[in-house]
């Protein structure tokens, strides 16, 4: 859902970018770049989704395991993308995020 939800925020750019190029604020030119970006961001991200969908193998021995399984796999994917590295940094966190929720309420 974090992932999702982070997906999400980077469509709201798309709208915030459409936006401001419908009123001016940025030209044409930067806003066909920002928008690239963005949609290589959106696909990094959705790649990311669907390998974490798939998730079902069962070695991990602990959370903190997958954890570190998924954030090594996350700096991966975005490296091989050319995206920046704020993408890997959005989705560490999310995955942070749900880690420390997780074993919270395990205890």
Same mark, same amino acid.
């Given at each position: 859902?974090?992932?999702e939800d982070?997906?999400?925020?980077?469509?709201?750019?798309v709208d915030l970018?459409?936006d401001?190029e419908e009123k001016g =604020?940025?030209t044409?030119?930067?806003?066909? =770049?920002?928008?690239t970006?963005?949609?290589k /961001?959106?696909?990094?991200v959705?790649?990311?989704?669907?390998q974490?969908h /798939?998730?079902s193998?069962?070695?991990?021995?602990s959370?903190?395991e997958?954890? =570190?399984?998924?954030?090594?796999?996350i700096?991966?994917?975005v490296?091989?993308?050319?995206?920046?590295?704020?993408?890997y940094?959005?989705?560490?966190r999310?995955?942070?995020?749900v880690h420390k929720?997780? =074993?919270q309420?395990l205890?």
């Amino acid at each position: 859902v974090e992932i999702e939800d982070l997906q999400d925020d980077l469509m709201l750019l798309v709208d915030l970018h459409t936006d401001r190029e419908e009123k001016g =604020e940025i030209t044409h030119y930067v806003f066909l =770049e920002n928008l690239t970006t963005i949609k290589k /961001e959106i696909d990094v991200v959705k790649v990311i989704l669907e390998q974490f969908h /798939e998730l079902s193998d069962p070695h991990y021995k602990s959370l903190d395991e997958l954890a =570190e399984d998924m954030i090594t796999k996350i700096k991966k994917k975005v490296e091989v993308s050319g995206c920046s590295d704020a993408v890997y940094t959005f989705l560490k966190r999310k995955i942070e995020k749900v880690h420390k929720y997780v =074993e919270q309420n395990l205890d």
